[in-house]
């Protein structure tokens, strides 16, 4: 034993096995010499009962001196408790990003991530968010270990998506199937919400202790807030008329303008089963919305459409696709071939829903009535109790409806169906519900409703 200096390391010997030279002053401190020449400071210490060994560093980076005063520290860690050796073990074996992922990724598909209500997710939105995992997160930190990431990571990933670092073109399972996976502030901010997800799984894992993602400033995805003006409105009726006069597109029309009469989702409307369909009572009965179970009051001229749809109806969709019993499935191509190089080139099928809500906000309908016309979160209190708002909702469903096929059909509204008094309100209701579905007997419906 000797008191281990730089002259000492220098000098140490190589032989046939490896050995430790201990330091004379500082018990348990010592210096490994291997095989190979290469030189190692170590502590020896026990812990749990057992003998443990660890390792600061190689000589050459760490000079005696320095290594001294590290190997005391940790000797002053293991006073308290600590156990440098076991800490070191698991640092090395913490988990990536990607191994979270995985975890993580496996829980989704078993349906034991919930998600709104405490429902399990929906097929159609764990499809997307392993989408979102594989082409943006693994790519931008799936080699980060979990524990060590901090608030200014996700930001950065947020920003390299915004600037597209993880845009590409990635081959699909469909026909033809190439895809476009693009960054942008929507993408950005949709995934980075989905990571944050992935971070609270690991806390409630035990994996970490607190999830970096929380606080973190996202962008407004300004999508959302692209709604159609009455000049765009009659705009998309010209179109629809024009595409309709090709026999392919006869049924993507049909579905565009009921999206746009009742303000449903893409997805809804094109699965609809006509078991979901109430003609007697104007309502959807939807099973299985983004909301869970839905119930949705529609407009007469919605209703209309069904029925008369329904007299040459084969099978469980209301729009089938081909095959023995399967839902349309033309309407994502068909929409894209329709509304390229339009003047509506940049709206969407959430687009028409937003409108539909913005077209009975400008008629006075109030939030709660809008949110349980398009199933929205915020109406799920007033969807528990909807047996005592029937009248209420058809009502306000069937002016907007009326309202939006109007424009569709070139009306131009020369009043709007809000005024001041009752009287004048009825009145304009009565007139532009007549004009807009081009019957006398709406409008006299809706008048005995106001009146009821």
């Known amino acids: ?62 000079t005696p001196e320095t290594v001294r005063q590290e190997a005391k520290i940790q000797f002053g860690r293991i006073a308290q408790g600590n ?8 640092d090395h074996k913490a988990l990536t990003v990607k191994e979270l992922c995985t975890l993580y990724m496996a829980d989704l598909e078993a349906g034991l991530i919930l998600g709104k209500g405490g429902r399990s997710k929906k097929p159609s939105t764990i499809t997307v968010d392993v989408g979102r995992i594989h082409r943006h997160i693994i790519p931008l930190i799936g080699m980060r270990r979990v524990k060590d990431l901090t608030k200014a990571d996700i930001n950065k990933v947020l920003k ?16 033809r199937g190439k895809a476009i996976v693009r960054g942008g502030a929507g993408t950005a901010t949709r995934t980075v919400g989905l990571l944050g997800g992935i971070l609270t799984y690991a806390v409630e894992a ?31 009726g010209q179109m629809l008329r024009d595409a309709a006069r090709q026999e392919k597109y006869i049924t993507t029309v049909d579905i565009i303008r009921q999206i746009a009469l009742t303000g449903c989702r893409r997805s809804e409307m094109i699965h609809l089963k006509w078991s979901e369909v109430d003609s007697e009572a104007s309502y959807l009965r939807l099973h299985d919305s983004k ?16 029925d008369c749809r329904r007299l040459g109806a084969v099978g469980t969709y209301v729009f089938p696709g081909q095959g023995e019993d399967n839902a349309f499935g033309s309407f994502s191509n068909h929409w894209e071939q329709i509304f390229k190089k339009s003047p509506l080139s940049d709206v969407t099928p959430h ?71 009752r009287d004048s309100r009825k009145a304009a209701l009565a007139r532009f519900l007549s004009r807009a579905v081009g019957e006398q007997s709406i409008a006299g419906e809706a008048d005995a409703r106001w009146a009821a």
């Open 160 to 175: 390299d998506i915004m600037a597209g670092k993880t845009r590409v073109s990635v081959k699909t399972k469909k026909l």
């Open 291 to 306: 909301e869970g179970k839905s119930i949705r009051a529609v407009g007469l001229p919605v209703i209309e459409y069904f």
């Open 83 to 90: 156990n440098p050796a076991e800490e070191r073990h698991l």
């Open 206 to 236: 035990g994996i970490i202790e607190s999830n970096p993602a929380h606080g973190i400033r996202k962008p407004k995805d300004n999508v959302r807030t692209r709604r159609l003006s009455e000049a765009e409105y009659r705009i998309l």
């Open 351 to 421: 687009v028409l829903r937003h409108s539909f809500a913005s077209i009975a906000n400008d008629l006075g309908f109030t939030e709660v009535t809008i949110a349980a016309l398009v199933g929205h979160s915020k109406g799920s209190v007033t969807s528990k109790y909807i047996h005592t708002l029937d009248t209420a909702l058809v009502m306000a469903a069937d002016t907007i409806a009326g309202y939006i096929q109007g424009l569709l059909d070139g009306i131009e509204f020369k009043h709007t169906a809000y005024a001041l008094d």
């Open 1 to 62: 034993m000797a008191k281990i200096t730089k002259r000492v390391a220098d000098a140490a010997e190589v032989r046939e096995k490896d050995y430790v030279i201990w330091d004379d002053e500082l018990p348990g401190f010592g210096l490994r010499v291997f095989t190979s020449g290469k030189r190692s400071y170590v502590i020896q210490y026990r812990a749990g009962g057992r003998s443990r060994r660890y390792t600061i560093g190689l000589h050459g980076v760490w």
